[in-house]
């Protein structure tokens, strides 16, 4: 078994309990026993789970069921920094913000910055062009989902075509 020390690091979470950060992924303590702890991924549903001795990593086990949260890892790190020097400092909050903004431009920030704006000129391209738009509202997905409902019962013989047609009327509010 290899000697390589896997990259951890370790953040105050809203409770103010460190939480462990690796590869863009959050894990809370589950449980403490003696130097091992045992931590479960902060999305509850993930099943991604990690094992520490002594602040290393020891064991991963199971793998996570969502994307990596690298952009929301390094907002939440900024803003603690913020917070940070807005308790230890005199400055005024918004002196403290622009100067913590400005460090993060770099030459990378900005061709981040691009590929965004391109991703959103593509974006606006494909509605013009006939793209699919954003999802139903939640009123009209209920009814689609009423209706596909009402055709099986209706494919299965459950209920007859008179009956499909009236209750599909009721559903679209057809009088």
């Known amino acids: 078994m ?3 020390q896997v990259q951890v690091k370790f953040v105050p979470n809203q409770r103010g309990t460190p939480s462990l950060v690796h590869n863009g992924f959050r894990y809370n303590v589950k449980q403490r026993r003696n130097e091992r702890t045992y931590w479960v991924c902060h999305i509850r549903t993930c099943p ?6 002594n602040n290393l990593i020891t064991k991963f086990g199971n793998h996570h069921n969502h994307a990596a949260e690298h952009q929301s890892l390094k907002v939440e790190e900024i803003m603690n920094k913020i917070k940070k ?3 230890e400092e005199i400055s005024p909050v918004l002196s403290i913000y622009e100067e913590e903004i400005a460090k993060l431009r770099t030459p ?3 061709q981040e910055i691009q590929q965004i704006q ?6 606006i391209l494909q509605y013009a062009a006939g793209g699919k738009r954003n999802v139903k509202r939640r009123k009209y997905r209920d009814i689609d989902h009423r209706l596909a409902t009402l055709k099986q019962r209706l494919q299965n013989g459950d209920i ?3 009956r499909f047609a009236d209750s599909a009327s009721y559903i679209l509010h057809l009088d």
């Open 2 to 4: 290899a000697d390589a």
């Open 118 to 123: 391109a991703v959103t000129e593509i974006t």
């Open 108 to 110: 990378e920030w900005d």
């Open 48 to 53: 991604a789970t990690v094992n520490t001795l």
């Open 85 to 87: 020097r807005v308790h």
């Open 160 to 162: 007859d075509v008179i």
